[in-house]
């Protein structure tokens, strides 16, 4: 869209307008990062719990997980995704008053 201020009037005025879509939404190199792409399953659940009930540090676990299905951009969740699950399965399990 572009657009021009009549500075008699005081107001802007459309002087040019694209309907149809002219840009990418998204790079496919970092389509994997999009929220709605971002997903924990219960499998990945159940190895990111394994790995923290073994005491392997997040980090290391989400590489881990990473190697495993052949590089971060195939694996649906970030390394914030893994932390973020972990901090709130602490959450669940806190007891009320334990705090």
């Known amino acids: 869209m572009g657009l021009t201020l009549d500075r008699v009037e005081g107001n802007y005025k459309v002087i040019d307008l ?14 994997h990062l999009m929220l709605s792409q971002r997903k924990i399953s219960e ?11 073994s005491g392997i540090k997040p980090k290391d676990a989400h590489e881990f997980a ?21 901090q ?4 669940r ?3 009320y008053g334990q705090a």
Not at 70 to 85: E, Q
């Open 93 to 95: 399990e806190l007891a």
């Open 18 to 31: 694209v309907l149809e879509h002219n840009h990418v939404l998204y790079l496919p190199e970092t389509f």
């Open 43 to 53: 499998l990945q659940a159940f190895e990111i719990e394994a790995a923290e009930d």
């Open 66 to 86: 990473s190697r495993q299905v052949g590089g971060p951009l195939n694996l649906s969740y970030t390394c914030r995704d893994h932390k973020n699950y972990l």
């Open 88 to 91: 709130s399965r602490r959450q």
